[in-house]
């Protein structure tokens, strides 16, 4: 009989701030594979007179909400996205906050697609990355979420606004030209009301905000005077990341021009050890915020971070069923390799 | 400016069985994509000769658990995973269903990662896939599960017991060799919570099971006498199906021999269908199940349901950060076309 390889003991844990449990288990990484291993990251094929993204093709886009300087010579622009998940010109509807309202029909409930779905074009160049741009430019990108952000939730039906980002095929993104996206929701999502109940479950235990607490030394990567860079206690992916004001803050919103030059210099850093360590790989980011309309006693113990995932590893039936993961590895190792890795 | 085009509007569902929103949105589909498209699914290369889930390669596998029949010339054989999620060594967890207990350190939660990880091996020859196999046989790959699972749940610290399957490599699979899994866990996962409570607010409000409740013409694709196989009303993936037993049944393992034929026939036909309406995709299915332990209450609304998800589109930061899915293809539509597909 094959032996099987000798590794740590596997391990749950239950991250308070997500609610959810993940599977450690380092003896999974060893596992063979007998189809013929992937093909390197698909490169863009795209040259810049064709990609609607690029400076000089703004006809070709949907129309613009917008852009910075305000000029013809943009560094970046925040545009409706063409093909919406949600519709900007439906009736608004008023889902309330609690499950039982609006039951249509019996089985099941239904909601108009009403909501907001933009892309920020976050560099007039086809060929730069979130990461080549300066700490102030990237900081500029942040600012014109939080800009994008205060307009939506004038909307009184909009409850949660996301904010994310697709890098490489296999990370979801459909277009090469460095972009995000933001949807704006009609309905506050399940990860989010989950991660509400984890952190008030901490709160009512400790009297504190679960973030506010997080700063163990095992886990550090980076800080600056205002944020830190960590490997989350219960990782659902190998390498996954967080970013996280030190300073209680609920909604990202709240930040400041200063602080968004603060962030962007992590934020900056850490693409770039992942770069480096992890041979490039396609990533997500996503902007955990809190929903728009919260009680002043979630206020609380809501705060609000940025979560990476490099794409290292797929997901298979185990996740979809149980909605549990299975990480090979440690997050403290990753945060080891991680905090101690140089960057030219 | 480019014209988005004409579809249906979007939508927004929640199913009171996974107690999830999922927005329908067909424009969606049409976006355009500026990667080179993905080369299709990678043919296994492997021969008879190095698989050791081919008959005559037992000795390169982890411990045999049971075979059928219990002779050289096996049909199917149940191993232990030579990479286990979790060990069958550790002690075992005394874990509360109650999420307060076993705190330890304060910041989140840890348990050993005691359990069971075992592969079904479905048939002794590397060409043949499941839905090759006679409906009988498929019936005695499910009774397999069931005698795995009464084995399994004799241990009290056993709280779910996972059965799945992946096939093909972008389904998560790293074994061509047609088999399926099951994990057995110490804690009730996160989507068997959310979908117990989602069942539960159905019952409080009508007094009957959802999905005793669920036959709805219009998302009909298939019966028999014992199960239905719909499309589900609010799908997370375009041509997600579900069957489930027309009979309320809480639990996968009160099915009888005769009962695992008649599924076997509805999971051979629908299989069929998906490869000839979708071109043979990756797939997983997964056996969504009520936890071992439950009260009589819960019984009263818990009905168990197989899942099976075509890999068709991949997930990106909005999906990782909400939790909520984009589905482009609306559940009637894609009823209706696998409703109507004649399997030669
Ligand atoms: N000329 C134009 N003007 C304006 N907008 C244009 C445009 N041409 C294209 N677009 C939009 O630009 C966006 C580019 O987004 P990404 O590359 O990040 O991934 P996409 O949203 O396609 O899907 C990924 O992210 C979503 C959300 O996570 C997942 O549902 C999906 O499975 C995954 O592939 C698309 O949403 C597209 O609709
Ligand atoms: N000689 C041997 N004896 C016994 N067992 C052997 C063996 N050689 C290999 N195995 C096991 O056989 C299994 C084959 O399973 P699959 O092909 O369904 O996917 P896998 O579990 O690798 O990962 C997919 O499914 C899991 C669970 O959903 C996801 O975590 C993961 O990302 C995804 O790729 C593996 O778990 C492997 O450990």
Redesign the pocket.
Known sequence: MATPPQTRNPELRKDPVTNRWVIFSPARAKRPSDFKSKSPENPNNNSSSSC??CIGNEH???PEIFRVPPDPNWKLRV???????LSRKLEHPNVQSGDSSNDLGGWGRVVPGFGF?D?VIETPVHSVQLSDLEPSEIGDVLIAYKRRIEQIKQFDSIKYIQV???HGASA????SHS???IIALPIVPPNVSARLDGMKEYFNQTGKCSLCEVQSKDLLINETSHFITIAPFAASFPFEIWITPRYHSSHFDELDKEKAVDLGRLLKLILKKMALQLNNPPFNFMIHDSPVQVTDSELLYSHWFLQIIPQLTGVGGFELGSGCYINPVFPDDAAKILRELNVP
């Not at 545009?79 to 998940?85: D, G, M, V």
């Not at 979801?172 to 277009?175: L, N, P, Q």
């Open positions: 609607p993204f070709q886009c949907a545009i409706e996205n063409l093909y919406p998940a779905h892309v994310f980002k697709n979801g993104a459909s277009m972009h995000s996206q």
